[in-house]
């Protein structure tokens, strides 16, 4: 599986929705995802990737990680794992 | 009804070792945050918190205290007996088998649980010590404070997260009041400044990495504390009668549950615990003169606290002060209420308001008089004390000057 279809899948298991329901112009909000289920996702992706997302849920602006919607955080999460060593 | 008064407190923490100490360290606006030390401390990602300094338990307790006392029960028998000590109170007779302790605390023996998991998963050792049970239980300051101080009347620990101790102090204040108890120990310990302790937290990535700055614009988060507050709560007519030095009076308590969100504060649940302290209290809004805020320094609590107390206090919100001092001495979690409530005892016998430390940006969200960054000298008839725990469940104690 490419890293948009794993990112996708943690994405739509979160929302409770299938994978072919979440777009890259999909936003958290459109799916219906709060802030306890964005800390969710971010740790789940995490684990998948084996990597550190910065993120900081009092200032989810300020971070480095863009989380506008689904195209941002698989570009974001693409960069992390090319990133790793 | 029984009036009741405060004749006593103690305190260990981030800012000192004993209550002058706090106070001096609250009034200069200093801060006990700083590196974090202990075992395994590079694998975190939060590395600061407000960790008591200094405090050796070898010396102070023997080695069979040692044996049964977590870091949190330590912390509680120290300000325990400075509370005592400076009340003056002794418990024999009638008064001893009718006072108790009610204490707070959100995790209890945290770095027990932490260093005997670390012994059996990570050092793949099979055996524990035997008290391991009895050091780490919740009950277990509470327990030691009644064995220490003979207090045979009803003794128990409260866990409400970050309200435990504001929860304890409204609960040992319902016995006095209503003549169930002629006195009580009361207040809340905390010590989750280890390993799992502080790795849990990171989880929910609320916690700053460099400081705590409540009420500000750039606020990022919260930061850990540890330490205890224990006061001696005392029916008014018997502390007069034995010539207690009375710190101040305790004159209402409101508790209140969200019932919305595991984590996220709201505005009606805070309100109606403030409100509901002041009428419980008799006090009209445009008295109280301060109020210790939650002010966890997180983006959701700071601006909630705020418009709750602008819904209660309507235009008067302009004219009190709220500061909140977990920019100084961090989040003691269930200790926290019983370490602020200290911030409210000086504002209302010294005349000096706790600064809001770490202050730099102002936020229109939070646009009260948040006593940024240096002590104020002020004349404060009535404070409040606020705490809003995780679980939506908020407890606000009420005290006036005697």
Redesign the interface.
């Given at each position: 599986m490419s890293i948009t279809d794993r990112v996708i899948a943690i994405i739509a298991e979160q929302a409770v929705l299938e994978p072919s329901d979440v777009t890259p112009e999909s936003t958290l909000e459109d799916l219906g995802i709060d802030s306890l289920g964005l800390v969710e996702s971010i740790f789940a992706i995490e684990e998948e990737f084996d990597i550190s997302v910065p993120f900081n849920a009092n200032e989810p602006e300020a971070s480095d990680f863009d989380i506008s919607n689904v195209a941002a955080i698989i570009t974001g999460i693409e960069k992390l794992v090319s990133e790793k060593v | 009804m029984k009036r009741v008064v405060i004749t006593g407190a103690g305190t260990i923490n981030s800012l000192g070792h004993s209550v002058p100490d706090t106070f001096e360290a609250m009034r200069e606006g200093r801060c006990g945050i700083s590196e974090l030390e202990f075992r395994d401390v590079e694998r975190l990602?939060i590395q600061i918190g407000g960790q008591v300094r200094g405090f050796e338990a070898e010396g102070r307790f023997n080695r069979q205290q040692m044996s049964l006392y977590d870091r949190f029960t330590q912390f509680t028998l120290t300000a325990a007996k400075e509370a005592i000590d400076q009340s003056g109170i002794e418990f024999h007779g009638e008064l001893a088998a009718r006072s108790g302790v009610v204490l707070g605390t959100a995790g209890g023996g945290v770095s027990t649980w932490d260093d005997n998991y670390r012994s059996v998963y990570e050092d793949g050792k099979n055996r524990v010590h035997p008290f391991v049970v009895p050091k780490l239980m919740n009950n277990a300051a509470a327990s030691h404070v009644s064995m220490e101080h003979n207090l045979k009347g009803p003794s128990f620990t409260v866990s409400t997260a970050c309200a435990s101790s504001n929860h304890a102090m409204a609960l040992a204040f319902q016995m006095v009041r209503s003549g169930a108890a002629p006195a009580m120990l009361t207040g809340g310990s905390e010590s989750m400044l280890c390993f799992g302790g502080v790795k849990a937290w990171e989880?929910?990535?609320?916690?700053?990495k460099d400081a705590c700055r409540p009420f500000s614009a750039n606020?990022?988060?919260m930061v850990q504390g540890e330490g205890a507050g224990i006061f001696v709560f005392e029916e008014y007519d018997r502390a007069r009668a034995r010539g207690a030095d009375i710190l101040c009076e305790v004159v209402g308590f409101a508790m209140s549950s969200d019932a919305t969100d595991?984590?996220?504060p709201s505005k009606q649940g805070a309100a109606r615990a403030m409100s509901g302290a002041l009428a419980d209290a008799r006090l009209d809004a445009d008295q109280v003169g301060y109020i210790n805020a939650h002010g966890t320094g997180?983006?959701?609590n700071d601006k909630t606290e705020c418009a709750a107390v602008a819904d209660v206090f309507g235009p008067h919100a302009d004219d009190l002060m709220i500061s909140s001092t977990k920019s100084m001495h961090g989040h003691l979690i269930g200790g926290t209420g019983a370490v602020e409530l200290l911030a409210c005892i000086m504002a209302l016998r010294d005349g000096v308001i706790a600064p809001t430390i770490g202050y730099e940006e102002p936020d229109p969200e939070c646009a009260l008089d948040v006593v940024p960054n240096d002590a104020r000298e002020a004349k404060v008839a009535v404070a409040l004390s606020n705490a809003f725990a995780f679980g939506g469940l908020n407890a606000v104690l009420a005290l006036k000057k005697v």
């Amino acid at each position: 599986m490419s890293i948009t279809d794993r990112v996708i899948a943690i994405i739509a298991e979160q929302a409770v929705l299938e994978p072919s329901d979440v777009t890259p112009e999909s936003t958290l909000e459109d799916l219906g995802i709060d802030s306890l289920g964005l800390v969710e996702s971010i740790f789940a992706i995490e684990e998948e990737f084996d990597i550190s997302v910065p993120f900081n849920a009092n200032e989810p602006e300020a971070s480095d990680f863009d989380i506008s919607n689904v195209a941002a955080i698989i570009t974001g999460i693409e960069k992390l794992v090319s990133e790793k060593v | 009804m029984k009036r009741v008064v405060i004749t006593g407190a103690g305190t260990i923490n981030s800012l000192g070792h004993s209550v002058p100490d706090t106070f001096e360290a609250m009034r200069e606006g200093r801060c006990g945050i700083s590196e974090l030390e202990f075992r395994d401390v590079e694998r975190l990602s939060i590395q600061i918190g407000g960790q008591v300094r200094g405090f050796e338990a070898e010396g102070r307790f023997n080695r069979q205290q040692m044996s049964l006392y977590d870091r949190f029960t330590q912390f509680t028998l120290t300000a325990a007996k400075e509370a005592i000590d400076q009340s003056g109170i002794e418990f024999h007779g009638e008064l001893a088998a009718r006072s108790g302790v009610v204490l707070g605390t959100a995790g209890g023996g945290v770095s027990t649980w932490d260093d005997n998991y670390r012994s059996v998963y990570e050092d793949g050792k099979n055996r524990v010590h035997p008290f391991v049970v009895p050091k780490l239980m919740n009950n277990a300051a509470a327990s030691h404070v009644s064995m220490e101080h003979n207090l045979k009347g009803p003794s128990f620990t409260v866990s409400t997260a970050c309200a435990s101790s504001n929860h304890a102090m409204a609960l040992a204040f319902q016995m006095v009041r209503s003549g169930a108890a002629p006195a009580m120990l009361t207040g809340g310990s905390e010590s989750m400044l280890c390993f799992g302790g502080v790795k849990a937290w990171e989880g929910l990535r609320v916690m700053s990495k460099d400081a705590c700055r409540p009420f500000s614009a750039n606020r990022n988060g919260m930061v850990q504390g540890e330490g205890a507050g224990i006061f001696v709560f005392e029916e008014y007519d018997r502390a007069r009668a034995r010539g207690a030095d009375i710190l101040c009076e305790v004159v209402g308590f409101a508790m209140s549950s969200d019932a919305t969100d595991i984590v996220m504060p709201s505005k009606q649940g805070a309100a109606r615990a403030m409100s509901g302290a002041l009428a419980d209290a008799r006090l009209d809004a445009d008295q109280v003169g301060y109020i210790n805020a939650h002010g966890t320094g997180t983006a959701a609590n700071d601006k909630t606290e705020c418009a709750a107390v602008a819904d209660v206090f309507g235009p008067h919100a302009d004219d009190l002060m709220i500061s909140s001092t977990k920019s100084m001495h961090g989040h003691l979690i269930g200790g926290t209420g019983a370490v602020e409530l200290l911030a409210c005892i000086m504002a209302l016998r010294d005349g000096v308001i706790a600064p809001t430390i770490g202050y730099e940006e102002p936020d229109p969200e939070c646009a009260l008089d948040v006593v940024p960054n240096d002590a104020r000298e002020a004349k404060v008839a009535v404070a409040l004390s606020n705490a809003f725990a995780f679980g939506g469940l908020n407890a606000v104690l009420a005290l006036k000057k005697v």
